[in-house]
């Protein structure tokens, strides 16, 4: 994208840490780091590289963390209901849980514009606790990021935030958590408990 732009690209770990507002903000964190301050308005151009670059390379190299399918098996066959709760687009979102073989360990998935709110607004979670039919507090929010925390804890959810994923360069450990696990297995863990 930044390259369609005329841009210079950055290295991977300075945008690794703009993911989890959603794409719109990721794609503005980017123009502001690699460019002069008019780059933001190319804002509309932008995305739609962005979005043209993305659905051609969507789950084709992403995978789940270590543990992350096993755990879910095992949280289902605990009689658990899942959701993935994101502030990806859908149109993004489907694609990468088909491909990444997730889709089929879930029961509900919120993206945020299906709600038109992002993380950490608590109504993407309030809206999974509805389509599972669970309520708010016999929810658990297993997360990466302050924007889980803030949302799951304003939905009245409980929050377990694994120390790896997209946390913005943010440490879990200071977001108020009612667990913080190194892996995704020790979370799966503390839920199943």
């Known amino acids: 994208m930044l390259a369609d732009l005329g841009l210079q690209p950055l290295p991977a770990g300075v945008i690794r840490d703009f993911i989890g507002q959603g794409i719109a903000r990721l794609v503005e ?22 979005g043209d670059h993305y659905r051609a390379v969507n789950g084709k ?22 959701a993935c709760v994101t502030n990806k687009a859908e149109a993004f979102t489907t694609p990468l849980l088909e491909a990444s073989g997730l889709a089929p360990l879930l029961d509900a998935v919120v993206a945020a514009d299906q709600v038109g709110k992002r993380k950490p607004h608590p109504e993407p979670y309030l809206r999974a606790c509805k389509d599972l039919r669970v309520a708010p507090d016999e929810a658990i929010v297993v997360g990466d990021s302050a ?12 929050v377990v935030l694994v120390t790896y994923g997209y ?15 190194d892996t995704f297995v020790a979370a799966v863990e503390w839920v199943t408990a």
């Open 29 to 50: 964190r980017c123009l502001a780091q690699a460019g002069p301050p008019l780059a933001c308005a190319r804002l509309e151009t932008a995305l739609r590289a962005f």
């Open 61 to 82: 190299s992403s995978r789940p963390f270590p543990g992350v399918l096993d755990g879910l098996d095992r949280m289902r066959k605990a009689g658990l209901k899942l």
């Open 147 to 158: 924007n889980d925390a803030e949302a799951g804890r304003a939905a009245g959810c409980r």
């Open 167 to 181: 946390s913005e360069g943010r440490d879990v450990r200071e977001l108020g958590a009612d667990r913080v696990a």
